[in-house]
């Protein structure tokens, strides 16, 4: 069994490299949560349905987020009626958002709603929200305490970034499935290359996640998001420097510390003081073969470090 944890975008195309590549019993996502939030009364989770259109092959590749062939009469509406438009939900990403809100009101987990919902999509991996229970990434800006998404989306994560809390967390469990997961010698833990602070961030801000990690005697290798000093896409780059680190893969290894055995990276990108075993390679995703290349390259050093 292969564990890879996942923010959205990033994460998803090796995620969806490894799926090409794993028998689909083999294989194991984790999803982070901590982007998860209320509006107008619905339940969005949008790493987890980044991940779900993404493996289902339904992502949107013009607009590099939410779902194919998409329409907007709900947004066009609600902006005729005077309501708040700055997250645009497309019709038919709605009918998701509707669907896990009113079944998470019914009282079922949202490991439970996502799965069937894996499976309705023909989704063959194991899809696991990080935890059942609600965390909530806060950033600290130069503007003062705000949620996620009005940071990242309402305000393009331009305030600099002083602090992050992911609340909830210390009182969060682990998803049950990735705990029994761990603790049944997986191959290894994969870490996506999603944004550290705020993708990968809050599922090790898991109570006893890093422990169990470490238990589980697997090798644990990230694949760089940051190539050349720049983030592909996205603030990765921007909160390293505001955080006061040069953003390199070097940071990346520092960031992740002790937990890593192995850093995939940029040939480019080696420096002599990463700590992990380096495994240089070409990290930038931009078709199906570089995703399955990528992820084949992630299993290699996966095995080296065995
Ligand atoms: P988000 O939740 O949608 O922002 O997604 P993630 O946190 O998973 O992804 C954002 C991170 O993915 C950024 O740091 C990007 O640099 C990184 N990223 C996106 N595409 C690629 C890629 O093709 N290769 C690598 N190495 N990193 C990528």
Redesign the pocket.
């Known amino acids: 069994m292969i564990i890879a944890l996942?923010?959205?975008?990033?994460?998803?195309?090796l995620a969806l490299g490894l799926a090409q590549l794993l028998p689909a019993e083999e294989l194991c996502i984790v999803a982070?949560t901590g982007?998860d939030f209320e509006h107008f009364g619905l339940t969005v989770c949008?790493?987890i349905d980044?991940l779900t259109y993404t493996l289902a092959g339904l992502d949107n590749r013009q607009l590099g987020?939410g779902r194919q062939d998409e329409s907007w009469a709900f947004m066009e509406t609600l902006g005729t009626l005077g309501g708040e438009d700055w997250f645009r939900l497309g019709d038919r990403d709605l009918a998701l958002h509707v669907l896990r809100s009113h079944r998470l009101r019914a009282g079922e987990s949202l490991s439970a709603i996502t799965d069937d919902i894996r499976t309705r999509l023909q989704i063959g991996p194991r899809l696991l929200p990080m935890s059942d229970d609600p965390v909530r990434t806060r950033l600290l800006t130069d503007e003062g305490w705000m949620d996620f998404q009005p940071w990242f989306v309402g305000r393009r994560a331009a305030p600099a970034v002083r602090r992050i809390d992911f609340t909830g967390a210390a009182a969060a469990r682990p998803q049950g499935a990735l705990l029994a997961a761990l603790a049944a010698r997986p191959r290894a833990v994969v870490i996506?290359?999603?944004?550290p602070f705020?993708?990968i961030g809050p599922i090790l801000a898991l109570p006893g996640l890093r422990d169990a990690i470490r238990a589980s005697g697997a090798p644990v290798i990230a694949?760089?998001?940051?190539?050349a000093g720049q983030?592909?896409?996205?603030p990765?780059?921007k909160m390293f420097a505001d955080a006061g680190a040069a953003p390199s893969a070097a940071s990346v290894a520092a960031h992740y510390g002790d937990l890593l055995d192995g850093l995939v990276l940029e040939a480019g990108d080696l420096t002599p003081d990463i700590a992990p075993r380096c495994f240089p390679a070409r990290?930038?995703?931009?078709t199906q073969e570089?995703k399955i290349a990528?992820a084949r390259i992630v299993l290699a050093a996966a095995e080296a470090l065995r």
Do not use: E, F, Q, R
């Open positions: 996942s923010g959205g975008v990033g994460g998803a195309k982070n982007d949008p790493d980044t987020w996506c290359p999603s944004n705020i993708s694949v760089s998001p940051i190539i983030a592909v896409k996205g990765t780059a990290t930038l995703m931009t570089d990528l």
